[in-house]
Each structure stands twice: as C-alpha cells, then as structure tokens.
C-alpha cells in the first residue's frame, strides 16, 4: 500500500514505503514481483510465506512467482538504496493493532 494509507501505527514504516515504491517506478518494476523475487533471491533456502485474502490475489502471487526474475543488480542496488531492515517492519508479529488513520 502507499505510505499515505498505512494504518497509524506503522507509521514509522512510511519512509521505506516510498523509498520502495520510488525505486520500483525508477526501474520499470512492479512491487510485488520485486518484493517476492528480491526476497527469493536474497534468502533461498527460507520458505517463503505469502499472504492472499482471495483466490485471485493467490493465483496472481503464483504467476508472479513464476515469471522471469529481477536481476541481481536490482537486488544489489536496492541493498544499496536501503541497507537495513526496520525490525519492527519485516516482523508483523510485532506490528501494533491495525487501525487505520
């Protein structure tokens, strides 16, 4: 979602947001295809959980998945952009009760 939809209290989370969807738009990506092969490709012996709350959204994370990789330069650039993970972002157990702004 875009940082101005985040629910308040993944606030912190904004800068990131827009640091990503800047970097996708910049290489002609699409954020989900970059977020699911960047993290293929930066972690491939994990198990890689994604999340769907339809059908659809489930067969499109599969076509995702299936279709050509982003490269490692873009995985190396974006590593370059935003060095370290927030914590408190890529763990949603630790993500505060989901109220919106």
Do not use: I
């Not at 092969?37 to 959980?49: E, G, I, K, M």
């Not at 659809?56 to 873009?74: K, V, Y």
């Amino acid at each position: 979602m875009h940082a101005d939809r985040l629910p308040a209290g993944l606030g912190f989370a904004a800068e990131v947001v827009v640091a990503f969807w800047e970097f996708c738009d910049n290489h002609g990506l699409t954020r989900q295809q970059f977020a699911l092969h960047y993290a293929r490709n930066r972690f491939p012996s994990s198990v890689l959980v994604v999340g769907a709350e339809t059908a659809e959204q489930a067969a499109a994370n599969c076509r995702l998945m299936s279709a050509a990789s982003s490269h490692d330069d873009l995985h190396r650039a974006w590593d370059g952009r935003w060095p370290d993970d927030v914590e408190d972002l890529v763990d949603p157990s630790k993500w505060p009760s989901m109220t919106r702004r």
